[in-house]
């Protein structure tokens, strides 16, 4: 079945540092990927989504290339912010009965001022 | 909008104990979805439904039962409750035009001891 792998946290970096977290993936074909973000005591929010290779999603000053030659699909920002702070989810699509999603683990970045 | 809507917040159980997580959209989402979040696993789907009355099973279902009278109301419930679903409980939904895009509850913390 699909999977996803991520990179363990938890990332710390200080204000205004680059950002890399590695995200791969197993699946039949070439499933639609997406990054969502979870704040401290809220749900998860949609971050970014790419849905064929090679394309690039963007948000917020992050983004991710659809890589179907590595399966992976690593998230990038060239300077965080404290308000970056929080876990952050790498998806695919579960199966092809509605948008249920398979997660990566997570990886928890804290951003110091 | 309310948008996900879930109930109670916090919840404790004792091992044996029924109870129902409930769940409502007001964005007229054909798909619903249920996921508990552990440490270190990411979210982990238990259940979905495509539309009322349609459910189906997710990665881990064991433990759970769902059903989907109404387009808005998608509830949880735990029969006999035990220590190992001691988790967060996410309900989410989306919509068919929406690929991947799911909107998230704040979340349920159930303890069972």
């Known amino acids: 079945g699909n999977s996803v792998t991520q990179m363990e946290g938890p990332v710390t970096l200080s204000e205004e540092a680059f950002l890399t977290i590695n995200c791969t993936y197993t699946a039949t074909g070439y499933p639609s990927l997406f990054w969502y973000v979870q704040y401290p005591g809220e749900g998860l929010q949609l971050l970014l989504k790419?849905?064929?290779?090679?394309d690039k999603g963007s948000n917020k000053g992050f983004e991710a290339t659809y890589r179907k030659e590595t399966t992976s699909f690593h998230l990038e920002k060239g300077s965080v912010q404290v308000s970056d702070s929080a876990v952050y989810f790498c998806a695919l699509i579960y199966n092809n009965a509605g948008n249920m999603l398979t997660f990566g683990g997570g990886t928890r970045l804290m951003v110091k001022p | 909008n309310a948008g996900v809507t879930q109930t109670p917040k916090f919840q404790v159980l004792k091992t044996g104990q029924s109870m129902t997580l409930q769940c409502a959209q007001d964005m007229n989402h054909e798909y619903m979805s249920w996921y508990r979040q552990d440490p270190g696993m990411g979210l982990r789907l238990i259940h979905y439904s495509v539309g009322a009355g349609i459910t189906d099973q997710g990665e881990v279902p064991n433990g759970y039962n769902v059903s989907r009278s109404t387009t808005e109301d998608f509830p949880l419930r735990l029969l006999s409750a035990a220590p190992s679903q001691t988790s967060v409980y996410f309900c989410a939904s989306s919509s068919p035009k929406g690929l991947g895009e799911q909107y998230f509850g704040p979340g349920t913390r159930l303890t069972v001891t």
């Open positions: 790419a849905t064929k290779a090679d």
